[in-house]
């Protein structure tokens, strides 16, 4: 294979919006990255083109049988217009993960880096540089043979695009109130629970919709074999800290292996506070609430960094988290996180990656 | 909304491939159908046009969170040049059933009908007429908006594309092979099982690729809470016949409600021979063996219509069933339904749709 990346600039830039007033995921950057592949040639052409609509048969098979998975991380500009992304190789690690899980074929890791660093520093200037905001990249993957067979699709394209976004937290940190579901279910032990992949989102909509429609803004998942341990939320991994102790659901193959969720164990570790991957079930998190003993709550991701959880309302009971303010730790966590981020804290764990 | 579906001939037809040697899904028919939606407007633009590549922006949500659904149906065309099509309006029932759950709009079954059958009419000529050759169909929508948000997207397209597809039987029925799959799950209560929708068949490649391998040309799942019922086949549903009694799982809302299924329970039903939808687990079906109890197991979907099952592979034994051979009930129902399919047969219950 060829693994020169050709670039192709777009003639015309595209008027940027306000990057004080953006909202998620509508506008994208001048450019895109491209890469094809087939059966005999594997992955060829990397490029970086102007970001342009594609062009598929209607009978590909990621119309009928969602062969796709995807990537979500951010590129962070600070006042002294550095650029830098966090811990972008594991993205990649994960992306890999998660095709083995779809019979997608893997994509080269240091590749797909230059191609994202290539890109963010082309884009440079999409970089929103206001507090609190971001430039949101979307690697994925999807199956583009068209085939009704259901079977691995031979051809596939690998995109990368960007969008800038908006401070998540615009008036301080709020803690979210948050639906445990009993009846539906987002993944089981040996389905895709564990793989970034379309069908687990599309899966979910019901019931975050529904959960919206009560005011709650996101859903908390339990298992699907016992509907009792806690798994996820819709978009983010899930911390509670009971006792003094940091406790998060172990990676059971149903939960997705959060970035950031890695990254908070890996903190807390330095910074010696108790933490530990297990199972817990939402009896614990109530009879620990009810004692007195549930100190934060907390979920965990690329969008929010840390998302504090004010209420938890299950089975017919409202839980609520420290008086519905933010952690002492939550924060502290958070802090430190953003500040890595940015470039504003040091960075002892080497998780910065600059754009130049 | 304007429900006049609008014709655009295609100027130039396509060379037809040999009809006594077709491939599935790989060629597709001069024509296809489209129509969009938006929030504001509803379902609009309905249109028969030329068979053709479609135009997407990278961030249109299907390629991302996989809001979709599909249908799968066949046009059958007889020694009188007659063509029939199987009870679609079950099909378009279903699709609305599935689009729910995937918070997709509902179509008007009575226009996506009436577009089909027009289709169909136009595009009469593929209808291959080899025996036990058809034009298989398949109507899908997916969601069109470009938006990174996890959330339901405010556009959609619904198509229908066709392709004739070649005889699932080419030297008499042979009864399969099929694995029993214990570790992976394809769905679990709650989540999309009972939905046709691309994420259910993105996550059984993974399963169905090894049985393939290990020479089994299918998976039979179990369900996921406890992994001992049975489920259904990659794109079959399943019945076993024993001791007189034909018995297929019931509908628990993680299987697809399939209407070769359907309609075989009815013919069952209409010649008075025991049948009933119940749980089974892989056990009963064990132990039936043992007993020698076990007389027929058949798989029922729109591609082979009836799929006799030779043996079972489960827990490291194998479940030889009517000595790899075909049951007389087996081929009875098949018989019957393809005679009624094909319009050879009286149709007592008015499953046929006349082309003209
Ligand atoms: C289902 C799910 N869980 C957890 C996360 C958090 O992962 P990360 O910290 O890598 O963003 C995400 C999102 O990104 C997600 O989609
Ligand atoms: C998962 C699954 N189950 C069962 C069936 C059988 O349904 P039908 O008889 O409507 O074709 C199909 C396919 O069509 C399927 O995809």
């Keep these: 294979m060829n693994n020169q990346i050709e670039i192709q600039l777009s003639a015309k830039r595209k008027e940027k919006p306000s990057f004080s007033d953006l909202k998620f995921g509508k506008t994208y950057t001048d450019h895109m990255f491209i890469m094809d592949y087939s059966r005999e040639k594997g992955w060829y052409d990397p490029r970086i083109v102007p970001y342009q609509p594609i062009t598929l048969d209607p009978a590909a098979t990621i119309f009928h049988y969602g062969q796709t998975i995807f990537e979500g991380l951010k590129a962070y500009k600070n006042e002294n217009e550095e650029v830098f992304l966090f811990r972008p190789e594991e993205n990649f ?100 629970g564990n793989a970034k992949t379309a069908g687990n989102y599309a899966a979910a909509m019901l019931v975050q919709e529904k959960a919206s429609a009560a005011g709650y803004s996101q859903v908390l998942w339990l298992d699907g074999k016992e509907n009792k341990y806690i798994e996820e939320v819709g978009s983010m991994n899930v911390f509670f800290k009971i006792n003094g102790e940091v406790v998060t659901p172990e990676l059971s193959g149903s939960i997705l292996e959060g970035i950031t969720r890695k990254s908070v164990i890996e903190l807390l570790k330095h910074w010696g506070v108790p933490v530990s991957e297990r199972r817990i079930s939402m009896e614990e998190v109530y009879e620990a609430h009810q004692n007195g003993q549930l100190e934060e709550a907390f979920g965990t991701g690329t969008a929010a960094v840390i998302s504090p959880i004010g209420e938890l309302f299950w089975n017919g009971e409202i839980i609520s988290i420290n008086d519905n303010k933010t952690g002492e730790l939550s924060l502290k966590i958070y802090n430190t996180l953003t500040g890595i981020q940015i470039g504003k804290e040091d960075d002892p764990f080497g998780w910065r990656v600059k754009v130049e």
């Design 93 to 192: 690690k994960r992306l890999n993960r998660s095709s083995v899980r779809l019979c997608i074929p893997e994509v080269d890791e240091d590749l797909a880096l230059e191609a994202l660093v290539k890109l963010v520093s082309i884009d440079r200037d999409w970089v929103p540089d206001v507090k609190g905001t971001s430039l949101y990249i979307r690697p994925f993957t999807i199956s583009t043979e068209p085939n009704l067979d259901v079977t691995p699709s031979q051809k596939y394209r690998f995109m990368i695009i960007m969008s800038p976004v908006g401070a998540f937290y615009k008036e301080g940190m709020n803690p979210v109130k948050i639906a445990v579901e009993s009846e539906y279910v987002r993944a089981v032990r040996g389905g895709t």
